[in-house]
């Protein structure tokens, strides 16, 4: 399995821009997971789907983010408009249900830098 | 919600000594807490995880600790090598059948020295 796969890996936009990050999870994982991630504020959970139904949005920060899960392989991440303070490391994750629901599998991660 | 902080922020060590970092937690239900690695520029990866019915893992130079009466839980690090060189989180969840929300520690970052 190629893992948790993330696209694009770098983005550099400028303010006011849509801005769309995408995740592929593990096949056969139930859980997906949206992280943000800077200095300041450490690694925060955005949002997580279960079974491609959003469970928990209460990280998202503002309604200018959403997040999508259409089916068990994909789902986005979309910022619009961007501003400069999104700028961060966006990783997607996945975990399987089961006795490994606990076993969290991060990609790659996205680096977003908005002008 | 739980909450999870971590100690210290930042810590030096020479290669072969040890190293603890240290996390609290809030909530006295949640019931797993893992440990995930970060290199620099890499994705946080899973190393070594306890669950809240044993005291003490351990994986080799890495272990675990748990206190559940103080709600505090510790990673350590014996014979500490340049490649632990990393930021380390802690985090904790409870496990439910609905719900696999962990919070993050703030993140320790680990230089070992030569």
């Known amino acids: 399995d190629a893992g948790v796969i993330q696209s694009p890996r770098h983005e550099v936009t400028e303010m006011g821009q849509e801005v769309t990050l995408r995740c592929k999870p593990i096949s056969g994982h139930d859980y997906l997971f949206w992280y943000r991630q800077t200095m300041m504020r450490g690694l925060e959970l955005l949002i997580y789907f279960n079974n491609n139904v959003p469970i928990d949005d209460s990280g998202m920060p503002e309604d200018r983010f959403s997040a999508k899960m259409p089916n068990a392989s994909f789902s986005t991440l979309k910022i619009q408009p961007s501003e400069p303070r999104d700028s961060a490391v966006y990783f997607c994750a996945s975990s399987p249900s089961g006795t490994m629901i606990q076993t969290q599998y991060f990609g790659p991660g996205t680096r977003l830098l908005v002008l | 919600g739980e909450n999870v902080e971590q100690h210290p922020s930042t810590l030096s060590v020479q290669e072969g000594d040890s190293a603890v970092i240290k996390c609290t937690y809030s909530?006295?239900?949640?019931?797993?807490f893992p440990w995930y690695k970060q290199e620099l520029g890499k994705r946080p990866q899973l190393i070594i995880d306890?669950?809240?019915?044993?005291g003490e893992k351990k994986d080799q130079r890495i272990a675990v600790t748990l206190n559940k009466t103080a709600k505090h839980f510790s990673l350590h690090i014996t014979e500490t090598q340049p490649e632990d060189s990393a930021v380390y989180f802690c985090a904790a969840i409870l496990l439910t059948g609905g719900g696999n929300k962990l919070t993050f520690g703030t993140g320790t970052q680990l230089k070992v020295e030569l």
């Open positions: 909530d006295s239900a949640s019931n797993y």
């Open positions: 306890i669950r809240s019915n044993v």
